[in-house]
């Protein structure tokens, strides 16, 4: 190697050091968003009278959102774990933009970077930084150097190249305004009369509500619970983290067996994302699914698990109950 390019190598790889140590700076324009949008959720709950039909819609549209990100953005683009008719796709890319969160595209990109490089400089949500910055504080800070050049690397041409995932990305912005917001806020006015202001003021308060559920799999879900899978990661086992996200809190499972559409070995156990796909599944709209054998999760938990994986019994009852021949 000539000197000039020794030097010009060398300049580079400093470079690329100093980069990597540098502090990523505050994203003002995103924390003014989702700064907002959490006072004026806040002040709404504190100031405002919500009656029971208003907070069981809130529940309703806000799972149903949430079914769009965990059922379609998760584990159908994102880990191919089962494939869908264009119908299905179509209601998933609809329910997951009425979430509020990014687009389709890029939530895969930034999934499947969390999962190739989970837990350090190149996961966007590295849970090694802290509680508040994998919960959301992430969101808040522009890439780490990191995860842009890791990031790069990602392929995801197999979702640039699904029709309805172009459509959602393309018009995402716009999607986001009329899904999430003003179809669920003309919803209660034209079905029983609420005013707009209450309507209003509930579309902010069930998008916050539902993206801080989404993303305690980030936080939560990454530092207390059992690892009964795979001790080495940090990804854990927590009921209370599936129970409020479908199915989602089974993340040591997920993480060790991420092609797995149940992301669970027990399916059915706060898991209503598998049951809901069982039913597609049935009327034809979802097919393929691929699932970690029974022989395998035996073979990796009893080799790589920390022992607090659940009894025969419940493993029994995970076998008996399934519909499919794991």
Same mark, same amino acid.
């Given at each position: 190697? /000539?000197?000039?390019?020794?030097?010009?190598?060398?300049?580079?790889?400093?470079?690329?050091?100093?980069?990597?140590?540098?502090? *990523?700076?505050?994203?003002?324009?995103?924390?003014?968003?989702?700064?907002?949008?959490?006072?004026?959720?806040?002040?709404?709950?504190?100031?405002?009278?919500?009656?029971?039909?208003?907070?069981?819609?809130?529940?309703?549209?806000?799972?149903?959102?949430?079914?769009?990100?965990?059922?379609?953005?998760?584990?159908?683009?994102?880990?191919?774990?089962?494939?869908?008719?264009?119908?299905?796709?179509?209601?998933?890319? =609809?329910?997951? @933009?009425?979430?509020? *969160?990014?687009?389709?595209?890029?939530?895969?990109?930034?999934?499947?970077?969390?999962?190739?490089?989970?837990?350090?400089?190149?996961?966007?949500?590295?849970?090694?930084?802290?509680?508040?910055?994998? &919960?959301?504080?992430?969101?808040?800070?522009?890439?780490?150097? !990191?995860?842009?050049?890791?990031?790069?690397?990602?392929? #995801?041409?197999?979702?640039?190249?699904?029709?309805?995932? *172009? #459509? !959602?990305?393309? =018009?995402?912005?716009?999607?986001?305004?009329?899904?999430?917001?003003?179809?669920?806020?003309?919803?209660?006015?034209?079905?029983?009369?609420?005013?707009?202001?209450?309507? /209003?003021?509930?579309?902010?308060?069930? @998008?916050?509500? #539902?993206?801080?559920?989404?993303?305690?799999?980030?936080?939560?879900?990454?530092?207390?619970?059992?690892?009964?899978?795979?001790? *080495?990661?940090?990804?854990?086992?927590?009921?209370?983290?599936? #129970?409020?996200?479908?199915?989602?809190?089974?993340?040591?499972?997920?993480?060790?067996?991420?092609?797995?559409?149940?992301?669970? !070995?027990?399916?059915?156990?706060?898991?209503?994302?598998?049951?809901?796909?069982?039913?597609?599944?049935?009327?034809?709209?979802?097919?393929?699914?691929?699932?970690?054998?029974? !022989?395998?999760?035996?073979?990796?938990?009893?080799?790589?698990?920390?022992?607090?994986?659940?009894?025969?019994?419940?493993?029994?009852?995970?076998?008996?109950?399934?519909? &499919?021949? /794991?």
């Amino acid at each position: 190697m /000539s000197e000039k390019n020794l030097k010009l190598c060398t300049t580079a790889e400093t470079a690329a050091k100093s980069n990597a140590c540098k502090p *990523q700076e505050l994203a003002w324009w995103p924390i003014g968003i989702i700064g907002g949008f959490h006072i004026a959720a806040a002040w709404a709950l504190l100031t405002t009278r919500f009656s029971l039909p208003m907070w069981t819609y809130v529940y309703v549209y806000g799972s149903l959102t949430l079914f769009g990100t965990t059922a379609g953005a998760h584990r159908l683009w994102t880990h191919r774990t089962y494939k869908a008719k264009s119908p299905l796709r179509v209601l998933l890319a =609809f329910l997951h @933009v009425s979430s509020a *969160q990014t687009s389709v595209l890029q939530w895969v990109r930034d999934h499947r970077a969390h999962h190739k490089y989970v837990d350090t400089d190149a996961d966007p949500h590295n849970s090694k930084r802290g509680f508040f910055y994998c &919960h959301i504080g992430w969101a808040m800070m522009h890439r780490h150097p !990191e995860v842009k050049r890791q990031g790069a690397k990602i392929d #995801f041409s197999d979702v640039l190249a699904d029709s309805v995932v *172009q #459509f !959602e990305h393309r =018009f995402h912005y716009l999607l986001v305004i009329l899904c999430a917001f003003i179809i669920p806020t003309v919803i209660p006015v034209v079905a029983w009369n609420e005013t707009w202001t209450v309507s /209003s003021l509930a579309s902010i308060v069930r @998008v916050v509500v #539902f993206i801080n559920i989404a993303v305690t799999v980030n936080s939560f879900a990454h530092m207390v619970g059992d690892r009964p899978y795979d001790k *080495q990661i940090c990804p854990t086992e927590l009921w209370m983290v599936s #129970f409020l996200a479908m199915g989602e809190g089974w993340h040591n499972y997920h993480h060790t067996f991420p092609w797995d559409y149940k992301t669970s !070995e027990l399916p059915y156990y706060c898991n209503f994302t598998t049951f809901a796909l069982d039913g597609f599944a049935k009327v034809g709209w979802a097919y393929d699914f691929k699932w970690a054998s029974k !022989e395998l999760v035996d073979s990796v938990a009893s080799q790589r698990g920390d022992g607090s994986r659940p009894t025969e019994h419940l493993r029994e009852v995970r076998y008996r109950s399934y519909n &499919h021949d /794991s």
